[in-house]
């Protein structure tokens, strides 16, 4: 693979870049509008395909939050285009890396020293390129280590390259008024922490000490002498990545269940006990060992859940509310869903909106026993997200609703979702029970 030896940062620099690309598109809406007007053919999958292409193309060397972005748009898999899913999946773990001089470079800037002065052995290839950083094997004191490098100035071109994207988000999620701005604040905010390598570590140690006792589940160890704002270093985990683990063919059922069981139970323990969740459930962020355990290896996105959302959130997801329309309606209010604002005709068409997402939605919570693996709930929430993206009602309406809070909790769920029915998981739902304290 192509290695870079430099990466855009100033915001001149990556708005050509995403120009350039959005060049390409031109030409590919050209092609599919020639040959449609000259064969009287229609292919759409084939105009999407390289749209994709080109457009991860063009992100993968920009790395950062551009890229970021693209990779949690990859878990959006009943909204966006599947050619659109496949491409930007490539950003959880296969990227061009750095090349070897622009890695000794970063880590004699961020540890003092080149690599081969600090460990007993580091290999300059990567491991594993993603967004944010890449992964370098490295050996000391006999120990196997996993030293991530983060990407020079991603932490410092977030706030341009969300001014840049911020146009469309606000056209495709139908946002208006200045209000909008909180909810690009998250965004950046949690980007920035992200690329805050000791902030990670300190997440890191908290919530692998606190969720130890959850069977199945191991963490590696962390080491804060070879830590740094840019680096960060910790064991190296043997094992594949859960997207690898779920493609291949004939595996134990018992073994899916067992993994998936897992992932529930930490997740749930994280958001009920310590009110705090590793925020970005994908494929890339969790191997699975030779021994069939979840290895939990990234923490750099974690959530803080603060009471006043964690409580009518979770109230809103119990059956006999949702069923109550008195109570339903002040949760939502709650929860800024609802505004002062909204005329009777708004309330009652958000209020019927939000019953028919939540009936379905919270479903893995309304009974002790839940199948991931069942086709009628995937082809519901399939169904449910096309129909909305149809709307031309919600369309016309004003999108800007919801506490900020629900961009990285709702983005949570669906990642969770997705996994544990990538899994076909049959589990338990009330066993996180057993590990709170």
């Known amino acids: 693979m192509k290695t870079l030896d430099s990466i855009p940062t100033h915001k001149i620099e990556r708005a050509t870049k995403l120009v350039s690309t959005g060049v390409k598109i031109g030409g590919n809406y050209l092609r599919y509008y020639g040959e449609k007007l000259i064969n009287g053919e229609e292919n759409k999958d084939k105009l999407n395909a390289n749209n994709a292409k080109d457009i991860y ?5 920009l790395k950062g939050s551009a890229l970021k972005l693209a990779q949690m748009l990859s878990m959006e898999k009943n909204l966006m285009p599947q050619a659109y899913v496949e491409q930007f999946s490539l950003a959880q773990f296969s990227v061009p890396p750095l090349s070897g001089a622009l890695v000794k470079k970063t880590i004699r800037k961020y540890l003092g020293s080149d690599p081969d002065e600090i460990f007993e052995s580091f290999s300059l290839d990567s491991e594993n390129a993603a967004s944010i950083g890449q992964v370098h094997r490295a050996t000391k004191e006999g120990k196997k280590l996993a030293v991530k490098i983060q990407y020079p100035g991603v932490a410092s071109s977030i706030r341009s390259d969300l001014a840049i994207v911020k146009p469309i988000a606000l056209k495709m999620f139908n946002l208006k008024g200045k209000d909008t701005d909180r909810y690009f604040e998250e965004v950046e905010n949690k980007l920035l922490e992200e690329t805050d390598y000791l902030q990670e570590l300190q997440s890191s140690q908290q919530i692998s000490e606190a969720a130890q006792d959850i069977p ?9 002498k070879w830590t740094t704002s840019k680096i960060l270093t910790m064991d190296w985990m043997e094992g594949i990545h859960l997207s690898e683990y779920v493609s291949q063919s004939h595996l134990d059922p018992q073994q899916r269940n067992l993994l998936g069981q897992t992932l529930w139970d930490f997740y749930m323990f994280q958001i009920h006990g310590l009110r705090k969740v590793q925020a970005d459930p994908h494929p890339g962020n969790f191997m699975v060992s030779k021994q069939g355990e979840l290895i939990a290896i990234d923490f750099g996105c974690v959530k803080e ?5 964690y409580t009518p959130y979770f109230e809103l997801s119990k059956k006999e509310n949702i069923e109550n329309e008195e109570t339903f309606v002040k949760l939502l209010t709650e929860l800024e869903i609802l505004l002062n604002t909204d005329t009777e005709e708004e309330t009652r068409y958000f ?10 939605f919270t479903k893995p919570f309304h009974d002790k026993h839940f199948d991931f693996s069942d086709v009628r709930f995937w082809n519901d929430i399939t169904n449910l997200s096309k129909s909305f993206a149809e709307d031309s009602q919600l369309r016309q309406m004003n999108g800007n609703r919801g506490s900020k809070h629900f961009i990285y909790i709702n983005r949570t769920f669906f990642g969770l979702y997705h996994l544990l ?3 076909e998981a049959q589990i338990e739902t009330e066993s996180f029970q057993n590990y709170l304290k």
């Open 351 to 360: 209020t019927e909106l939000f019953q028919r997402m939540m009936r379905l």
């Open 57 to 61: 193309d063009g992100l993968k060397e």
């Open 216 to 224: 199945n589940l191991i963490f590696p160890k962390y080491y804060p």
């Open 305 to 309: 859940i603060p009471e006043e959302f």
């Open 421 to 423: 029915h990538d899994l």
